[in-house]
């Protein structure tokens, strides 16, 4: 067996990678961020009013302050799991609109470059969003309740295009939602918007293809496989 430290990191196995990482010191979470850094370098600089410093349930910093903190707080929402979101809100450290609005703006420095998203719903996230505040206010328990969503765009939605992926569907808005996007609705989600797919999910990018092709954020020359194709992109780096 090759000596992993004499292999380039191409030739390397995911269990000679995991390895390396581990020896490095380097967490996942660490490793996941240095390539959202690689990929939209941001400072990140520390601000003086801290999340947990608000005495105000769910009162946002002045826009100066967000810019201050930049990738931090973004970072810090983007690597939360559900459980985290839902304590945090719970526990009035953090709201669903800033989350949905760290997010967007995440999403917005990524996108061009990793075209995960076919459409982002921003408006109608800061929608949900604000209708979560205002169940979590009346105490309501739902355990996704505000949390963050995209769907694959073979779902439908309605008011909202869904392309399945193909020119012949691009400028399709359907009249009502897919079963899956009604109950995640009824349960409270926030929706960003409908991610790429290969065409009708069929699971191989054609060239030619109607829509530009999702790109995987560890080697932009790939693509994230399929069908589902964009929804790879978004869990790297984070949103």
């Not at 601000?47 to 990738?71: H, Q, V, Y």
């Not at 921003?122 to 949390?147: K, M, N």
């Amino acid at each position: 067996m090759a000596d992993p430290n004499e292999l380039t990191p191409n030739e390397l196995t995911m269990d000679e990678l995991r390895e390396r990482i581990r020896v490095a010191g380097i967490t996942v979470a660490e490793h996941r961020l240095a390539m959202v850094r690689r990929l939209s370098p941001m400072p990140s600089l520390p601000c003086a009013r801290s999340i947990r410093a608000r005495s105000a349930p769910w009162s946002l910093p002045s826009s100066s302050c967000r810019k201050r903190r930049g990738t931090a707080v973004s970072d810090e929402i983007a690597y939360a799991t559900i459980r985290e979101l839902g304590t945090r809100y719970r526990k009035r450290e953090i709201s669903p609109v800033e989350v949905t609005r760290a997010l967007l703006e995440r999403i917005e420095k990524l996108d061009p470059i990793l075209h995960a998203f076919v459409t982002l719903t921003a408006d109608r996230a800061l929608e949900d969003a604000r209708a979560a505040e205002v169940a979590l206010r009346r105490g309501d328990e739902s355990p996704l309740l505000g949390i963050p969503i995209a769907h694959r765009d073979i779902y439908l939605t309605r008011g909202i295009r869904t392309t399945g992926g193909s020119a012949l569907f691009a400028d399709w808005v359907p009249d009502e939602d897919s079963t899956v996007v009604r109950r995640w609705q009824e349960a409270g989600t926030v929706m960003l918007g409908k991610l790429i797919t290969h065409e009708f999910a069929f699971g191989i990018q054609f060239p030619g293809h109607k829509f530009p092709a999702a790109r995987n954020p560890w080697n932009l020359d790939h693509i994230p496989g399929g069908s589902s194709s964009g929804t790879g992109p978004p869990s790297p780096p984070g949103w």
